[in-house]
């Protein structure tokens, strides 16, 4: 199975920071990474796929970056609502694995 | 608008059954993947089930092998997942979500809103 380690575990941080998210997977998973959103008590919410291509209606505050083994989640300008949990996610072979998740706090 | 809404969820005790659904609107049901996904009390996310548009092509995780069964039926809407001989560690909200694939790349797009298994004594 193909690990995926999300670093760091959780991270403070104020609003108006510009943060990075880092996963890395235990093998190469060419581009086939997303990232997802989680907030308290609700569904996980898709941002990116193959990497770096945003969802439809995710704003462009938000931007992934890697291929093979690394990979990074950066987000700009924090407001409150974008504190919440992330998790990456690799989609290149069975059985697909999420990261252990970041949790991004308001310092 | 694409929505997915399971239930189905529920209390239910060491070695017993449960039948998730998750019915789909919005869009053409028939002509996407479809998931399930879990995440246990105050843990992370746990991929659990996929199945293809015709409901022939089926992958699961291995913790569940020979207990869950995932399915579906494209006149309803509709993905299940059938899950046998229940243990407490299967306790979690399952959310079904939609799976989206283009030019050889796939991945989670739309998510239902989950519900909740608790196995227990």
């Known amino acids: 199975d193909i690990q995926m380690t999300q670093s760091p575990s959780s991270l403070s941080a104020s609003v108006g920071d510009r943060v990075t998210i880092t996963c890395r997977a235990s093998q190469d998973i060419r581009n086939h990474l997303a990232w997802f959103q989680q907030k308290p008590g609700k569904a996980p919410r898709s941002l990116i796929y193959?990497?770096?291509t945003l969802q439809s209606g995710v704003p462009s505050k938000f931007s992934g970056d890697g291929s093979g083994t690394d990979f990074t989640l950066t987000i700009i300008s924090l407001q409150p609502e974008d504190f919440a949990t992330y998790y990456c996610q690799q989609f290149h072979s069975y059985p697909y694995t999420f990261g252990q998740g970041t949790k991004l706090e308001i310092k | 608008e694409v929505q997915l809404v399971e239930s189905g969820g529920g209390l239910v005790q060491p070695g017993g059954s449960l039948r998730l659904s998750c019915v789909a609107s919005?869009?053409?049901?028939?002509?996407?993947?479809m998931s399930w996904v879990r995440q246990a009390p105050g843990k992370g996310l746990e991929w659990v089930a996929n199945?293809?548009?015709?409901?022939?092509?089926?992958f699961s995780v291995d913790s569940v092998k020979g207990r869950f069964s995932i399915s579906r039926d494209n006149m309803k809407n509709s993905v299940y997942l059938q899950m046998n001989s229940l243990r407490a560690e299967d306790t979690a909200v399952y959310y079904c979500?939609?799976?989206?694939?283009?030019?050889?790349?796939?991945?989670?797009?739309?998510w239902g809103q989950g519900t909740l298994v608790t196995v227990s004594s």
């Open positions: 193959d990497a770096s």
């Open positions: 199945i293809n548009q015709p409901g022939s092509g089926k």
């Open positions: 979500a939609r799976i989206y694939c283009s030019g050889g790349s796939c991945y989670y797009d739309y």
């Open positions: 919005g869009f053409s049901f028939s002509t996407h993947w």
